[in-house]
């Protein structure tokens, strides 16, 4: 790994913050969209948007794409678990009644399934101080949040949803961590915009019938998402994630429940 440079550091900072302060906000976003939309209609529409964004650009700075089949099932995989699983567990969490802030504050537990599984998937191990430091953080977190929760807004089929949510969103970036490593993310965005759009698609048009309603809300929501969260704020997280340690970086989601709210 290259050396952190003066310039990195600082550009890592503006990174992490914009991706802390947007991913917070998705969630508050997430929840006025799905009050328009049920969510795999509203991650098919999301999708289909992003494609329309994603596919102009990638035709116009023409990255590198995966050299290989097995690469385009390796990106295509990672996304699936980062868009597809993770979204639409959240999603439906918080279709069931879940909280945007809770949701956030479970997804947050994050940076400790990282921390476990970082060692033996993808080689890094954390110190004594590191752990303790994951610990801390997530007891800050829960500090902070943990008066406003309302145990009676959950549910057995929206906490599973969300813990799954959870799973995905670590596996993928590790995932890509590990498979990944090189891949140009403006072509990711595009191979994982698409099997994401492949797969929840047809099960919004099964499971929903591809219903909603049509409204300035909805529109901003979904504009919100896949402009701030799903192109910017994920090229952020894998630029810092290309930059640092996996738990490092993704302890930043520490903060999303503060802004999310409960």
């Not at 990106?75 to 009644?97: D, T």
């Not at 191990?125 to 929760?149: M, P």
Request: glycine letters at 6%; hydrophobic letters at 60%.
């Amino acid at each position: 790994m290259p050396p952190v440079t003066v310039s990195h550091r600082s550009s890592s900072s503006w990174l992490a913050w914009y991706f802390v302060v947007v991913w917070g906000s998705g969630f508050l976003a997430t929840k006025v969209g799905l009050q328009y939309a049920p969510p795999f209609t509203f991650l098919a529409l999301r999708f289909a948007f992003g494609m329309l964004l994603v596919i102009p650009i990638a035709l116009a700075v023409r990255p590198r794409w995966p050299d290989s089949l097995t690469q385009w099932l390796h990106v295509a995989a990672a996304g699936l678990l980062m868009h597809a699983v993770n979204l639409g567990g959240s999603h439906y969490a918080q279709y069931l009644g879940m909280s945007a802030g809770i949701t956030a504050l479970v997804l947050a537990l994050q940076p400790l399934v990282t921390a476990v599984m970082a060692g033996p998937f993808i080689g890094e191990r954390l110190s004594r101080w590191q752990w303790t430091g994951v610990f801390l953080g997530l007891a800050g977190v829960a500090l902070v949040v943990w008066h406003k929760i309302d145990l009676d807004a959950m549910s057995v089929a929206s906490l599973a949803a969300v813990l799954i949510a959870l799973a995905a969103i670590t596996a993928g970036t590790l995932y890509q961590r590990r498979f990944c490593p090189a891949i140009d993310l403006r072509a990711a965005s595009v191979v994982q915009f698409a099997a994401t759009l492949l797969l929840i698609a047809p099960l919004a048009v099964a499971v929903e019938d591809f219903r909603f309603e049509v409204s300035w809300q909805l529109l901003a929501a979904i504009g919100f998402l896949v402009i701030f969260a799903s192109i910017f704020a994920v090229n952020a997280l894998h630029t810092l994630m290309r930059r640092g340690e996996a738990t490092r970086v993704t302890s930043s989601l520490y903060l999303t429940p503060s802004i999310a709210g409960a």
